[in-house]
């Protein structure tokens, strides 16, 4: 089993690149399979969530390959198979977009129910619910979801609660449905708006991507082209939140600030000084971070993908801080982990009250989720003394290269196997 091995206090300072998007790569990836075509997609992170789905393509008859660094060819024109095979499709929870693209591409899917972190329940009734008004029918046994249209017609089709994965999937349904479907109270992140070019740019007729109302007329085939994913919000945010969180200097590049406009303007509220420019913003710590409160919400609101982090960086405020999480239902699993490395944390429901100006000291500690690795890196960065942190498979699906990044910017950070003897080295 390998682990990081994390000696803290050191001040992250330099500059970092960020990958493409993660949520947008495996969505686009996805989407790729409704094209009976080759797709080239450049800046897709090297992360295991994408080589997942490229096994998954291979497997159902189609050829995805890296063909440079960052550059993946996705040949769908061989595509014969839409059953996803259970044991890879329960790995990642983006396998679930297949029941769209599969349904989209051969009007019908039969595909495990997907897996992924596990921080509370994620149903998929909303996605059914919208392939139903397109003209499906389904049945769920045995662990998989069978989904079958005789024709895909365009529908009016509201969304009960606000839902990336849903939005996504009706959008790849209907790209090559019959009439114009319409999705109103549609999510508005930037991965939605991503996949809407890059579907758009396939052929398909999409408008209002990142409003809540999406509206797509059907086109009787796409083509392929080569398309560019967008800057990984949640990994600037992350490198953002560990700069702050260690009274580091980091310019981080390669990103769009305006999605990055919730954690700017929360980090600033607690002293830490952001400059923004074009595609970069340069994060500058403070010695002395102020208390906040925040609520994750879906975009623009703050993500809950850097609620555990932003968490963390708040054991080190002065004061006592609230958080609440409106998204997932069992997201703060990782508090008892920073708990054993001094935080003091009490959890009830979906908020949390974090008692801020404690030093974090290190410990050996397991990453529950994606994002609860990173933060428990960021603890690590923290904390006085070598903090050790188990279960990487969880980092190692979102994060291109982290701890390669990290090192370039000071972090004493390694990646080890169990039991290979540990020595530390003072940071100059």
């Known amino acids: 089993m390998e682990k990081y091995v994390i000696l803290g206090g050191a001040k992250?300072?330099?500059e970092v690149e960020i990958s493409g998007a993660k949520n947008s790569a495996v969505a686009l990836i996805v989407a790729a399979l409704l094209v009976k075509d080759v797709c080239i997609i450049e800046n897709v992170p090297a992360v295991s969530d994408t080589y997942v789905l490229i096994d998954i393509i291979n497997q159902l008859g189609g050829r995805a390959e890296f063909i440079d660094k960052g550059v993946l060819r996705i040949d769908g024109s061989s595509l014969n198979c839409f059953e996803a095979p259970y044991e890879m499709v329960s790995k990642i929870r983006a396998s679930s977009y297949l029941m769209g693209a599969l349904l989209g591409r051969f009007r019908q899917a039969r595909v495990a129910m997907p897996g992924g972190c596990d921080f509370g329940v994620?149903?998929?009734?909303?996605?059914?619910k919208g392939f139903v008004s397109l003209g499906a029918e389904y049945t769920v046994e045995y662990g998989f979801v069978d989904i079958k249209a005789e024709e895909l017609t365009g529908a009016s089709i509201y969304m009960d609660k606000v839902s990336v994965g849903a939005t996504i999937n009706v959008m790849m349904a209907?790209?090559?449905a019959n009439g114009q479907t319409v999705i109103e109270n549609a999510a508005k992140e930037p991965h939605i708006v991503d996949v809407a070019n890059f579907l758009n740019s396939m052929g398909a007729n999409i408008k209002g991507a990142g409003t809540d109302v999406i509206k797509i007329k059907g086109v009787e085939e796409l083509h392929g082209g080569t398309y560019t994913v967008?800057?990984?919000?949640i990994e600037a945010g992350t490198f953002m939140i560990a700069a702050a969180a260690t009274g580091g200097d980091v310019l981080i590049k390669n990103i769009i600030p305006k999605h990055l406009d919730s954690i700017s303007a929360k980090l600033a509220e607690?002293?830490?000084?952001i400059e923004e420019y074009d595609d970069s913003i340069r994060v500058k710590g403070t010695e002395s971070l102020k208390k906040a409160n925040f609520t994750t919400m879906p975009y623009p609101g703050f993500p809950t993908d850097l609620q555990p982090q932003m968490l963390t960086l708040l054991t080190a405020a002065n004061g006592t801080c609230i958080v609440t999480e409106n998204v997932w239902d069992n997201r703060f699993k990782y508090v008892e982990e920073l708990r054993r490395m001094g935080a003091i944390v009490s959890v009830d429901g979906r908020t949390a009250v974090v008692e801020g100006g404690n030093r974090l000291m290190g410990s050996p500690v397991s990453s529950t989720d994606l994002r609860a690795g990173a933060a428990l890196v960021i603890a690590g960065l923290m904390a006085d003394g070598v903090t050790e942190i188990y279960n990487l498979k969880y980092i190692d699906r979102g994060y291109e290269?982290?701890?390669?990044?990290l090192r370039a910017l000071g972090a004493q950070i390694t990646r080890r196997r169990d039991g290979e003897k540990v020595r530390t080295v003072t940071p100059a």
């Open 122 to 128: 994620r149903p998929i009734d909303l996605h059914l």
């Open 401 to 405: 290269n982290f701890e390669q990044k």
């Open 12 to 14: 992250l300072e330099g």
């Open 230 to 233: 967008i800057p990984d919000q």
């Open 174 to 176: 209907a790209a090559t």
């Open 270 to 273: 607690m002293g830490v000084v």
